[in-house]
């Protein structure tokens, strides 16, 4: 067995007197996708946040190829190559897709005593990547990201991530605000992405997404880790009543059909 | 989920050949907002034509509008570029009088040389500019909130300070003739020297801003303020930075006024401060930030300035003056905003779609 | 679809035409007056004056157009600025004001070199027009104007007066000031002036306050002065607001009817009025004769004040006031 790329032991969050998160413990391995289902106020954003260091956790380890890390900030986190997609955002609407691309590492040549912004090879790029994720109505990357869907906005995050080398991507409910053949297309791409050895957790609240990609997959409720299993070891109504707490709501079913016969 | 409704990676669908053709460019081109600044621009200068005349057309015509564009314009700059950061500065204002009156003061009344009091002049802009980006970075607060504290703070002391030393709140400068050549003369007898250093700054701030990857890290921090900082850039120096570049121009324009006219006044400033919001808004540059160009804030600038001037030309009672530059500046930012609507829903050529096997 | 072309080219050609036809219209003489704001009670009889002359002008074919600037912020290069726009339009006249001479002077001499005759008004007095080459000056002495307002004050018994400037820098009302102290000097008494940033001029409560506050202060104040009717009023909200109405005597530069009033009720003691609708009516009046006529009038200056309004006269001022143009 491969040792996980990252790992939660025991991880406890809490804000002030709210405990948020109880003894969450998860792994992800590389070429693996880990689906975090959970229904709204699970605790998944706070969780999201632990991982790619906006928070760090009150108790518990974060373990990356074996060996603890703990991040000040976002910005160590995807130093270490923990790249997050957030539902909305992070995409700069009123920027060119080129230069979106490269926010923070723009690409430069010179021109004599001047270091000028190589827009083409930023365009070129960002298109080519893009591409090799399947979008291919875009062949120009002076286009406004804002004129993008949806999909394809999350297709240039994930393209960008991927490029920079992220080992570790986390996706935010990337098919959520997703039309049917988009959300397909995602889905796609996580899986591409899976297939260059990338880890992948993927949070959302839409079971029958989780189980087209997920290998492995985690159920939060209320703060706490209620369910952890394998592919097919679970079937799609079993995973929509665990979310909701629907076990507990069968048992008590059940429980009262025995007592009326 | 089957193979059949999800396209294949890109190897099955090469690049349509000559994908970007010039007809594609051209259309770029009509959809981005600085065309919609163009054409405002050359709609506002033809009215002013017709009703204004030939000495509208003629050279101290252009001239007349060309100063005061000159004069706006090497503010408008950097507050543009602070307006696409995502900030405001209104302490500009302030920082007008208060370098004229420090370059008035300090070579006019106490009669220390030019030099002397340039360099004050412009260090007292930098100063405020570094005051306005560390109060914005540090307390968090909007920046509408603390520049106007500023340009309080600043017009407080400036006509404090004015009175105890000066007597006054009026000062007579009389520079020497350097001085006056390379800041405050005419050139030709009818433009102000001041254009020349506005081309200039023109320039420069057009490479920082379009080709320079600090012009990315501008429409960034404007853009997604949280994003921009998570990609690395450095957010805090960034706003540090543009500040004091906005006190140091209006500094400039400050100190300019007093040595091109031999005199200061303590309130010369506030009508700057909506003025070069104005300019950079029909400029093309959005208000909450994200967007914009320096072609886009010339243009904007003159337009701004053909306006304001043209009034005088045209005969129609001045009373009417303000109603026609309220009229006509709304009228350019709605074409600005329709262009800019077109500019993010244009769709790409589309291709056909392959009929189903 | 197609009608809408075609009606702003239409439009276009009508605009065209109407230019065009005021253009070889005027024959009769293009004259330029750069004032005040048209809003400003003091300024809008002036204009009042040079619109009525205006009249003549204009039943000769010709145009007399108004240039002030937006507001008194940064008073000389504006005005500088308007000079030289009025003067890039062939202009066959100009009237103008002296305000700051060291921005202004050195338009006004290009307009003097350009050929065109100019008259000064309002500001600046003879040495003014003497030194730039004018043909007249219209308008007070300003110096003149504040000696009789200081011996005034002095006979009504004053011993220290604040002379409130919200105007600093511009001659005429540094004039104004430091002719009000050598009145009072002579009378046995003292001035001290209060500089208000332009910005503050015609801004009622920006005055107000700052005349209380200085009254308030300095308790051996017993006379006031502003320099303008509006400013007057301020002030006498200041005064009231301070309790001491009946320990400082209020003056003013320049009457309106408010002021009027209360000389009538006797809660201002006097005005000094410099009739600002001569000054608009006779230096258009005198440019547009020599325009078309070659007429000079050899008397200079033409001194419009000072006069000095009180109890004793204010009734036959009232009238005048009523009517815009006092």
Redesign the interface.
Known sequence: MTAPLLQLNSVNKSFGPIDVLHDISIEVKAGEVLCLLGDNGAGKSTLIRLLSGVHKPTSGEMLMNGKPVSFENPREASDHGIATVHQFGGTFPLMSIGRSFFVGAEPTKRWGPFEVFDRKKANEIAVREMRQLGITRITDGDRLVGGLSGGERQALAIARAVHFGASVLILDEPTAALGVKEAAHVLRIVLQARKKGIAVIFITHQVTHALTVGDHFAVLIRGMKAADFRKGEKTREEVTDLMAGGEAMAGLEAEIESHLH | MTANSIQSPAAEHPAPKGAGPPMASIGNLIRRPETGSFIGLVCVFVFFA??G???FL?V??L??WL??AAELGIIALPIGLLMIAGHLDLSIGSVIPASSMMVAIVSGHFGLPMPVGIACSLMLGVAVGFLNGYLIIKTDLPSFVVTLGTLFAVAGLT?GIS?LVA????????SDPISKMIFGDFIN?KFEVILLWWIAAMLFVGYILGHSKYGNWILALGGDKVSARNAGIPTDKLNVALYMASGLCAAFVGMC?AI????A???????FIFNSIIAVVIGGVILTGGYGSVIGIVLGTMTFAIVN?GI??T?F???W??LIIGVLLLAAVLLNNSFRAMAISHAAPRVKPKAAP | MKSIPRVLKMA?VA??LA?SA??TLAAGPKIFVIGGK??DPFWSRVKKGADDAALVVKAAGG?V????P??Y?????DA???I???????PDAIVGPDW?P??MDAAFK?VVAAGVPLIIYNSGGMEAAKRLGAQNYVGSEEYVAGMGGGEYFSKAGAKNVLCVNTQ???TNQESRCKGLADGMAKGGGKSTQL?????SFGNPTAVAQAVKAALLKDKTVDGLITISAGDANSAATGISQAGLVKQVKLGTFDIDPTNLQRIKDGTQLFCIDQQPYLQGYLAVSMLNGYVQYGLKVPTAPILTGPGIVDASNVEATVAGAAAGAR
């Open positions: 017709i009703f005349g030939e000495s003629s101290s015509g001239a007349s100063n005061i006509l009175v007597g006054s709140t009026s000062v007579a400068l009389k007898g006024q091109l006219y031999n005199s006044q303590v309130s010369a400033g506030q009508s001037q005088y030309y005969g009672d001045a009373n003056a303000s | 276009a605009a065209m230019a005021t253009a048209a809003d145009t157009t108004w240039l002030g937006q507001n912020d940064n008073l000389g290069p500088a600025k308007l030289r726009t009025a003067l890039s339009q062939k700051v060291e921005a290009e600093p820098g511009s500089p208000l940033p332009s910005s």
